[in-house]
Nanobody, 124 residues
């Protein structure tokens, strides 16, 4: 079966960096658009970044532009999220998601597969 397994979350201070990884199995990874969503208490789940399987076109939410970078390694079936200059408002559970859509869609319902999430906590 399909599995998306996130890792790399943790507790850091404002201004620090973290790198999240999402290892995929059970699917043809190179043909899936991958995205990272986050969910924090009292807020709706939101897309943070995404990278398409075709042409590796990327999407970044305005709140993370210039600070976060998404990349993928199809040989390793893994997508990464490099998070720099972290802020307390980045605190959330981060989820990896996979979609067969050609481009990066911001709607969570188009993503077929989801990881279990990894907690990122940024202290001030």
């Amino acid at each position: 079966q399909v599995q998306l397994v996130e890792s790399g979350g943790g507790l850091v201070q404002a201004g620090d960096s973290l790198r999240l990884s999402c290892a995929a199995s059970g699917l043809t990874f190179s043909m899936y658009t991958m995205a990272w969503f986050r969910h924090s208490p009292g807020k709706e789940r939101e897309i943070v970044v995404g990278i398409s399987w075709m042409n590796r076109i990327t999407f970044y939410a305005d709140s993370v532009k210039g600070r976060f970078t998404i990349s993928r390694d199809n040989a390793k079936n893994t997508v990464y999220l490099q998070m720099d200059s972290l802020k307390p408002e980045d605190t959330a559970v981060y989820y990896c998601a996979a979609s067969r859509q050609v481009g990066v869609r911001t709607e969570d319902y188009v993503y077929t597969y989801w990881g279990q999430g990894t907690q990122v906590t940024v202290s001030s």
